[in-house]
């Protein structure tokens, strides 16, 4: 990176910029003068003085190429830059994104950033050029608050260059840019720190109307360029990325450090100093901005020949409108200026006083012949000479040069909103649609402007915003906000800010614009609300504030009030106001709605029918249990009675056994004692009587 702090240096990096894009900041210029110029469709080069149209033949200007950009401006311009910020990194979260966008949005507000992208829009489509610059000012005179501005760059083409081997369509890889300025001698006393004469600055082209009809005063210029830092930055153990400055604070504050990692990194801080030819006029200061506060807008970018180019609409459109008016002002001339109809005719053909009477009421005789009477030399008959007219070759060369004007611009018929016959609805929405595909370049231009100039201004707000601020809410109202958070330390509580914690990302895009996308969002909840009517009833806040209508934007607010105090609101989508209004309300007894005690006796009566169908369903899955479990008693008790009868009627059988038994052995005995009496005790015992008496016997041992 070059030497920015040395005066000498600067001025070779200037004319490198001069030597480097003044071809083409030469064409575009000429775009602008023939667009805003009187005379400015005109070529001079080939019908000024000397040529063979000069100043006393007529230079006519249909303006066609004009009305073709400006109704392509205008298809644009109807719409809405939409800027946003997005959540990209570990720490960050929704709630810091929401912060940055009620931030910058009022940012937009105060610098009335519509009509700068309006501006920068129109700028590029004629010329393809336009810058604007991110500025920390006052808020006004009797104020110590310093904020950011958006602030357009009038007359860019010859005011702004960038100096470096820059490559990007947002130039934010250039080294540095340089902005001139016409000031006065009292301006330059105010500025210079010395006191000596201003010594101007030189321009690209000399030649230029522009520079030659310039305002009085004195060319200076304001160097806004990139100094090298080495920063560090650190990473928690849950991924969140924190700055040097609330490490530093985490670390005072007692925090164990264990597990944070760290990396140095290169990055930049953006310096500005005024100088003029003879050298600088004050001191270098440091700015809040990372990136070169200077944004241009650039269609059609390109690196050509190691050369950067872009061109706007109208570039494409003026040579066929220059060759148009020059085409169109012969014929109006030559139209003009052509011979009238002639009758010539010798001096015998009127000698009678019935051929003068003829001619003399030639242009409103309706005989369909004429009679004469003869004539003594044939070539006094009467002959009408008819005018030359116009050469039918510029007829078709207008025809020729209105097609190039139409083919250039991308817009037919059906694009200017005129009736083709013989083509259907598609077939005309389809030419439209063209000539919008044409024009896309310019819209993809416009977002890329916009989306770096919030891209700058975040990062300046890292540095400048802290504590409590006003931002501008989703409804455009101001609303207060805290952007800061406390942390417990074991030396207490640290405050960090919560916008240098995380990365957050940041997209644009062009969009219908607000009365039209609320309209269509009416619409689309009108639509569901008469399939849907609950989701209307709970959505009823939106709705209405989707309505153009005056005092929608009151009733709307009246009825989230009542709807925040139904819980309908979720907490992710209240303001910061009505999260404090939330919690005091949760912490105070409250008097209850005679709805909300309604709706509440009823979900009541409604839980404790739920409970009774409970219960009674348990006490009947109960008594069911208990009688599976009496059934299942009675049947082993019914088992263990037939058990017991079983082994009683066992037991008896076994009883009545013995008892035979014994009664068998009873008789036996009996029958011993009777043989034995029958013997005698003390007589001989024949051998028949002795068997019998033995066989007895053992017939009583076997059985016992």
Known sequence: MKNYEDH??????????????SEIRDKQRECINAFEMPGGMWDDRYSGEGTTWDAKRPKYTFDVAKKKVLKAYGEIANQDVMVDFKPSGRGSSKETAVKFKGLYRAVQDRSEAADLYSTALKRVMIGGFHAAMIEQDYIDDDSFDQELFLRDIPDSVNRVWFFGNWEKATAEDADAVTVDYTVSDEEFKEICKEDRKPESLGCDSEDWNHWAQKREGHLISR?????SVDKTIYQLPDGTVISEEDFEKLKAGGLPMEGVESRKRKAFKVCVRYYDNKGWLNDSEETVFEYLPVVPCMPNFNIVNNMPICYGKFQDLLDPQRAHNFLASRIMYDTALAPKPKIWVGKSGISSPNAQSKLKTYNNNSDPVFVHDGFDNPYDVPQSVESSGISPALNVAVQLTRMGLDDASGQSGASDGLAMANQSGDAISLLQKKGDVVDLEYAKALVRFAKQLAKVSMRAMQKLYSGRKTINNESGEPEEVRLDREVMTPNGIVVI????????????????????MRREAAEAIERIGAVMPDVLMRNRDIFLGSIDAPGMDKLAARERRSMLEQGLIPEDEMTEQEKQIAAQKSQQPQQPDPMQVLAMATAQAEVEKAQAQTAKVQVEAQTAMVKAEQAQQKMEFEQAIQAQQLADQKGKDSLDQQAQMVDILNKMADTLNKLREASGAEAIVSPAVAEAYSETANAMADMQ
């Not at 600067?10 to 894009?21: D, P």
């Open 8 to 21: 000498k240096e600067v001025l070779k990096c200037r004319e490198s910029a001069f030597e480097l894009e």
């Open 223 to 227: 160097l806004f360029y990139k100094k």
């Open 497 to 516: 800010n919560d916008l240098t914690i995380g990365s957050y990302d940041v997209v644009s895009d062009v969009v219908p614009r607000t009365e039209s």
